[in-house]
């Protein structure tokens, strides 16, 4: 790629499924690109190395700290984030958990637990609170308190939250 | 924070990748899973001139090689991979024990295991993994390539043998001899932080059940990872009975010498090393008996 800092990389990227041709700078981080360059800010950032997880989405099937990873490193992904989750302005199963066991409240580090959730899932069913708790450990929450989640994830893990993001 | 402004590499050919380092030395630093450097970059602890990202070499750098004798994991082997990977998991169950512990899966979806070696945070778990296996790491440069025993590999806190031109191209591991058991121990206040101190175990027993070959290593004591090797010799002959065990846990408690900050003193970290020994040893004897069991039915 180009040495030089201007005018930056052009890359390509699939976003909830939408494609993207964008020039970005070298130290454009994944997460500033999709918030600033994109303007989809369900992506929050927090701590901004890597610890808080609010930042969490989902790169080629894994879950991954968008803040440590650069915008020029994702040419060619695919990549989904919390816009899109929903469908038809209709929560999913998951998002719908998040609400009815009151797993949020003031929503900063929703985005990146939905993410981190949704890509666990994917991976194997959660079926008791160890499962849950381990699922939930790689993203804080600072308001709301863990409860809610757990039992959001497990009442998700039992009704099989499966297949892509739609 | 944001990172300062560098210049961005994606080489698709290790050729480029050592001709980059070359020319830039102390001004570049390697790209790999970047679960260490991003944040160091995003605060600004390490300002560099080039970054040089070794993600487009293609897939013969993200494939394991397990043989029958060896297994090598070059530079862009995931730790997730190895988690998910049965084989590698049989052929060195002491790296998935530890893996486990290393940060969180969104970060090990993308963290290497070369990249931490190569990072070498004098807390972190795989450096003392591999310092109780036999474990040679291979360092290309334009130069050609050398390979550094895991003894000479770890110098300082965060300080290897790597010179600013050199790439650590893979690590290969001796398949421990049969009949090793081991075990990865390791405390943290929190599932998934660095942990206050941790221990890999490697020993084997012989017919009688006396310990033949012992090796511990201690993390989050050192500089480096530290092999405790009073505790060693004095495992070595013994059937890891209750009055050894004992001995080893002092041992080792006076082997290390921590430093002190806000997450726990020194004198904490002393103790919770012998602990951990002695707690892995526990588990390494059960693990030797029931296999000796196994193999009387």
């Known amino acids: 790629m180009s040495d030089s800092d201007q005018p930056g990389h052009r890359i390509t990227v699939t976003v909830n499924r939408v494609r993207y041709e964008q020039v970005v700078e070298d130290r454009l981080t994944l997460a500033d690109f999709l918030r600033e360059r994109l303007r989809l800010t369900g992506t929050h950032l927090g701590c ?7 930042c969490t989405v989902i790169v080629d099937g894994a879950a991954v700290r968008s803040c440590l990873m650069l915008a020029a490193q994702a040419d060619g992904a695919a990549i989904e984030t919390v816009e899109g989750l929903a469908r038809n302005g209709q929560l999913n199963p998951l998002q719908t958990a998040f609400k009815d066991n009151h797993a949020l409240q003031c929503g900063f580090c929703t985005s ?35 409860r809610g989640l757990i039992q959001a994830v497990l009442d998700a893990g039992s009704a099989a939250v499966k297949g892509p993001v739609r | 924070m944001k990172p300062g402004r560098f210049t961005y590499h994606a080489p698709t050919q290790l050729d480029e990748v050592l001709g980059l380092l070359a020319e830039h030395g102390d001004e570049a630093k390697v790209l790999a899973g970047g679960q260490s450097l991003m944040p160091m970059l995003n605060f600004r602890l390490a300002q560099i001139g080039h970054l040089v990202d070794i993600n487009r070499l293609g897939a013969r750098f993200s494939a394991p090689v397990i043989g029958p004798a060896r297994i090598t994991i070059p530079a862009l082997v995931r730790q997730r991979q190895v ?114 101190a941790g221990v890999a175990v490697a020993c084997r027993a012989d017919e009688s059940g006396a310990v033949a070959d012992c090796r511990i290593a201690a993390c989050g004591v050192a500089a480096t990872p530290l092999r405790l090797a009073a505790a060693e010799s004095r495992v070595l002959g013994s059937t890891l009975d209750t009055e050894t065990l004992a001995e080893v846990e002092s041992l080792a408690r006076a082997e290390v010498d921590p430093a002190a900050d806000i997450h726990a003193s020194a004198h ?12 892995a040893l526990v588990e390494a004897a059960g693990q030797a008996t029931g296999r000796r069991e196994a193999s009387h039915v």
């Open chain 1, 48 to 54: 901004e190395h890597g610890v808080c997880g609010a």
């Open chain 2, 83 to 196: 988690e998910h990977s049965a084989e590698l998991l049989a052929a060195l169950p002491l790296l998935g024990q530890a893996i486990r512990e290393v940060a969180h899966p969104q970060v090990r979806n993308r963290g290497t295991i070369c990249g931490s070696l190569a990072h070498a945070d004098p807390a972190a778990e795989l450096p003392a993994v591999m310092s109780v296996l036999d474990t040679t790491f291979t360092l290309a440069s334009t130069r050609g390539i050398r390979t550094v025993e895991v003894a000479d590999f770890f110098q300082f806190h965060w300080t290897t043998a790597l010179e600013p031109d050199e790439l650590l191209l893979e690590v290969t591991i001796r398949r421990p001899p049969p009949g090793t058991v081991t075990v990865f121990r390791e405390f943290a206040t929190r599932r998934g932080d660095f942990a206050l």
């Open chain 2, 268 to 279: 904490y970290r002393r103790r919770l090393t012998g602990v951990l020994v002695k707690r």
């Open chain 1, 112 to 146: 990146g637990f939905l993410m981190s959730v949704t890509a666990a899932l994917r991976e194997q069913p959660v079926r008791d609170q160890a499962r849950a708790r381990e699922v939930l450990s790689g993203n804080i929450c600072r308001c709301t308190g863990y």
